[in-house]
């Protein structure tokens, strides 16, 4: 079965008087929206300044990651780009906020490249991995490659990170000199399934 494609899952949340309550992974109910993958790492980052950059990164096959990300403290624009070889929609992006006032949550599967942008200071977000972090099969695209289009438009390219006016984001190193996408040699193949907008 392949996997689902980038998709915004919306748990529900069962509130009253004392708060509320979700189930934020359920194999049935993911299974149902057509996401079947194992999950076998979790992973949880901080991100101290508002305006953090984390991305844009993916796992090569064999050790590609399906992704299932939430933002847990604070809010985030999270992105994916489809880098799989052959696709109609090859270097195309969606993207969405992810806040942990609203409880959204982005599956990300293999063959995308992953990142978001912090809104805020102090945030926390955590994700599910189909993989395990493997070093010699990690890479990245730059966070500010113009070859990257919004899906469906064909005149502004980059990614619309949701920057105030001259601000510079906070990267790590290595996301500073990621390769861009011209230099990028895809080794994901095209399922037959292009990306679509989030609903």
Known sequence: MRSAPVVVVLPKRH????????????VPAFAALG???????????LSAPAFTLRGLHFQTP????????????????????????GSPTYG????????AENGHQLFVPIGFAHGFLTLEPDCEVTYKCSDTYAPEADGGIRWDDPALLALG???????????????IPELSAKD?????????DSPFAYDGRPLEPLA
């Open 176 to 184: 500073a000199v990621q390769p861009l996408l011209s230099d990028f």
């Open 35 to 45: 996401i079947a993958c194992t999950f076998v790492q979790d992973n949880h980052s």
């Open 62 to 85: 064999q050790r590609g990651q399906d992704k299932l990300i939430r933002c847990i403290r604070g809010r985030i624009f999270d992105v994916a780009v489809d880098i799989r070889k």
């Open 92 to 99: 195309r992006w969606v993207g969405a906020e992810l806040s």
């Open 15 to 26: 509130g009253d008087a004392r708060g509320w309550f979700t189930e934020s992974y359920s």
């Open 153 to 167: 438009v064909s005149t502004s390219g980059g990614i619309a990170w949701p920057l105030p006016p001259g601000t």
